[in-house]
């Protein structure tokens, strides 16, 4: 028996730095220890409550601090934590309480929509709902009952292999699937990510924009700041505007985000006389736009190292790292313990390796791996392979071991026979002056069987910009079969709770 549990990084963070600041929330800044023992009056009254060890607790709360005591609280009391996604409508919420055989729905108050959504997804369940932060009338609070028991003296006894969190995938394929990760999955990925793939210290102070219940903002930013020893400032709602202003104000210096939110930082710079004096930057949850990289890099005269990685694998797999230098449009080398490997995605049974610079399916194995997916194995089986988690994405690893996500499997367009990938695609369009952002799908056609629809966000107003304009532009740049003939102005592109574009999305609304 290993006893592991993911507690163990706010624990040992309040038993060696208890006076260090661990989360700075509005005007609230709340040490180590400070937060150790808040998680350990949450984890007290949950058991009050009949949470039993290996019990699913359901978390729907936004980047306030009531998260991390919910989280790390429901993780001493011994249970899972199941995040729950914040734009979820109730039926949605209510599949994952079912699905998860979840015991308690810990529901943030502070925000009457979520709060609603809550109420509605546990009425449904029969789950019990405990709500966190400020008191509602006629609804139990997990705060009160906290402030009336001793808080735990430490975190429950867990093994290493047994389940920590359950994140369930966005259903792009079907119903969503729980993916099970493991107390040692989510250790690892924490300590090789702060201590071996990105060059960090105790004295960080990182943006935490990201959403908590999201497996990057999770995993990378919170879990791997606290693994250090750093500071986290929260950020509820994100806009450049706001994320500038706030950098500026408490000094941070680490920022994780996705690539809508360095378009966003980008377009908000040239509002503000000075910028926030970041040190490390990493990018992930989609492919990186080199343009958008080096626009960013211009402007807050810092290096984005972008990754890689998915709920199932904990979830970084690859990141550029400074020992192996950087590469922009890559992902990187595989993290320590990982390996990252291309192989024929047209053969399913079985994992087979194709050469050098040769398309293929992204495989994955190591620490970071699921323990597969919720009372589903069939799904498990078709996803591990020869002890290979298949990602889905298509991508190439070059020579010096740098791979590139060319894209989804399920994105492929197939345009007059031949293949197009949207991300090369979008990579030429988004060096054009007048567009900010832009995303590439494929539509059903009866004469190609496919056209390729670019999606364009304008820079400034969308009189100043043509599909004319734009299909000259890319007509130049890109093959005959590869060029898009279809364009649409947009305001905004529709995004997921992560801030990555659902292109699924995109193909209803023009559907």
């Known amino acids: 028996m290993t006893v592991l549990s993911l507690a163990t990084i706010l624990a040992e963070g309040a038993r060696s730095r208890p006076g260090k600041v661990a989360i700075v929330d509005r ?16 984890g007290a009254a949950l058991r009050q409550f009949g949470v039993k060890a290996g019990d699913a607790v359901a978390i729907l709360c936004p980047n306030v601090a009531e998260f991390p005591r919910a989280y790390y609280g429901a993780l001493a009391a011994g249970a899972t934590v199941v995040p729950v996604h914040l734009l979820l409508a109730a039926e949605e919420a209510t599949y994952v309480l079912k699905d998860s055989g979840a015991t308690v729905l ?38 009160e009952a906290a402030d009336k028991v001793e808080p735990l003296p430490t975190y429950l006894t867990r093994e290493a292999e047994d389940p920590a969190v359950i994140f369930y995938t966005s259903g792009t394929t079907g119903t969503p699937k729980g993916a099970v990760l493991t107390h040692l999955n989510l250790v690892m990925n924490a300590t090789v990510n702060v ?15 990201l959403p908590l219940f999201h497996t990057f903002g999770q995993s990378v930013s919170m879990n791997g700041t606290f693994r250090r020893g750093g500071t986290l400032v929260l950020l509820a709602r994100f806009t450049g505007e706001a994320a500038i202003e706030l950098m500026r104000q408490e000094h941070v210096d680490v920022f994780h985000g996705v690539p809508t939110m360095y378009v966003a930082l980008n377009e908000a ?86 050469a050098s610079g040769t398309l293929g399916e992204i495989v994955i194995r190591g620490h970071n791996v699921f323990a597969g997916y919720l009372g589903n194995p069939e799904a498990t089986a078709q996803a591990v392979v020869d002890g290979w988690f298949r990602s889905g994405d298509l991508g190439t690893k070059d020579a010096d071991g740098f791979i590139t996500v060319v894209d989804r499997k399920k994105d492929l367009i197939i345009r007059g026979g031949f293949n197009v990938y949207p991300r090369e695609v979008e990579e030429v369009l988004a060096r054009h002056p007048a567009i900010m952002q832009v995303a590439v799908v494929g539509r059903p056609d009866e004469v190609h069987g496919e056209e390729i629809c670019a999606v364009v966000v304008p820079a400034g107003s969308s009189s100043a910009i043509s599909a004319d304009e734009l299909r000259e532009w890319a007509k130049a740049r890109l093959g005959r079969h590869k060029y898009p003939r279809e364009y649409r102005i947009v305001d905004e592109l529709p995004l997921g709770p992560s801030g990555k574009v659902l292109k699924r999305e995109l193909r209803r609304r023009l559907s």
Not at 110 to 139: E, K
Not at 204 to 209: E, F, Q, T
């Open 269 to 354: 710079a040239g509002r503000f006389e000075t910028l926030p004096r970041l040190r490390l930057c990493v990018s992930g949850g989609a492919s990186l736009p080199v343009a958008v990289l080096e626009r960013f890099q211009e402007l807050f005269s810092t290096q984005i190292f972008e990754g890689y990685g998915l709920s199932e694998t904990s979830p970084t797999a690859t990141t550029n790292q400074p020992r192996f230098g950087t590469r922009p449009g890559t992902i990187g080398h595989p993290i320590w313990g990982v390996e990252v490997e291309i192989a024929d995605a047209t053969v399913e049974d079985r994992i087979e390796f194709v």
């Open 27 to 42: 005007d609230q800044r709340i040490t180590y220890a400070e937060l150790w023992r808040q998680a350990r009056g949450y």
């Open 106 to 143: 810990l529901c943030y108050a502070g925000d009457a929509s979520q709060l609603a959504v809550g109420v509605a997804a546990a009425a449904a369940t029969g789950v019990a709902l405990l709500t966190i932060g400020p008191p509602v009338d006629g609804y139990a609070s997990l705060d």
């Open 195 to 209: 201590f071996d793939a990105n060059e960090t210290t105790p004295d960080d102070i990182a943006l935490g924009c």
